[in-house]
């Protein structure tokens, strides 16, 4: 069964400070990878995406993820971040070359950036 | 563009009574799928709908069920509520493979 394994459940930082987030799956076959973000009372936002192609992709608001086969990872991150960025953000995983609607998602991250 | 949107916001209900949430799929959507946040549970899957038909299901019981109207709208209905049910319940909508749009969500409390 896939499965998606978000290492760290809360993580605090400094605004300025630098992101990194671990995602790893568990498929063997082709996969569609995503990070979503909500923010405090809000809906769930997608932040970025990876289908195929270049696996380092960008998303919004100077996020990216590395995408690595090998390791079956799909990490975030962000250079420095902002109080703005506190958030809860998930990793979650489509696997199968069709679309079976089964968007399998993490346990989350809760990011905390402190002033 | 209209976000996809659900009601109610809140539902309150007892052990062993029914509840039925409504979601509108963002115009052009025409899968509505549906997810449960129970705390310290993450996001489950529950339903997915397309084009009128359950296209998939989640590992949940018979008594979640659901339905999509000829409008892509879409219910999703819980029998015999069970005082682990209180969550909160997700719906999104997509246009084929794209990602998915979540509304807010509806928060359903079981006393």
């Known amino acids: 069964a896939q499965s998606v394994s978000q290492h760290n459940h809360h993580v605090i930082l400094s605004e300025a400070a630098s992101l990194e987030l671990g995602c790893n799956y568990s498929?063997?076959?082709?996969?569609?990878l995503f990070w979503y973000v909500q923010y405090p009372g809000q809906h769930l936002q997608l932040l970025l995406k990876?289908?195929?192609?270049?696996?380092l992709v960008k998303g919004i608001k100077g996020f990216e993820a590395e995408f690595i086969k090998s390791k079956f990872s799909f990490n975030l991150r962000k250079p420095s971040v902002q109080w703005s960025d506190t958030a809860e953000y998930f990793c979650?995983?489509?696997?199968?070359?069709?679309?079976?609607?089964?968007?399998?998602f993490g346990q989350g991250t809760t990011l905390q950036v402190k002033p | 563009e209209a976000g996809v949107t659900q009601s109610p916001t809140h539902l309150i209900k007892t052990r062993g009574q029914q509840a039925t949430l409504r979601c509108s799929p963002i115009?052009?959507?025409?899968?509505v799928y549906w997810y449960q946040q129970a705390l310290g549970l993450g996001l489950q899957f529950l339903l997915w709908?397309?084009?009128?038909?359950?296209?998939n299901r989640g590992n949940f019981p018979p008594r979640f069920s659901g339905r999509q109207f000829p409008n892509y709208s879409s219910e999703l209905n819980v029998n015999a509520l069970e005082l682990e049910d209180s969550a909160l319940y997700l719906c999104?909508?997509?246009?084929?493979?794209?990602?998915?749009?979540f509304g807010n969500g509806t928060r359903l409390t079981v006393t």
């Open positions: 999104a909508s997509s246009q084929q493979v794209s990602p998915l749009h």
């Open positions: 498929y063997g076959g082709t996969v569609n």
């Open positions: 990876y289908f195929s192609g270049d696996p």
């Open positions: 979650a995983v489509v696997g199968g070359s069709s679309n079976t609607g089964k968007l399998i």
């Open positions: 115009s052009g959507h025409t899968s």
């Open positions: 709908y397309d084009e009128g038909e359950e296209r």
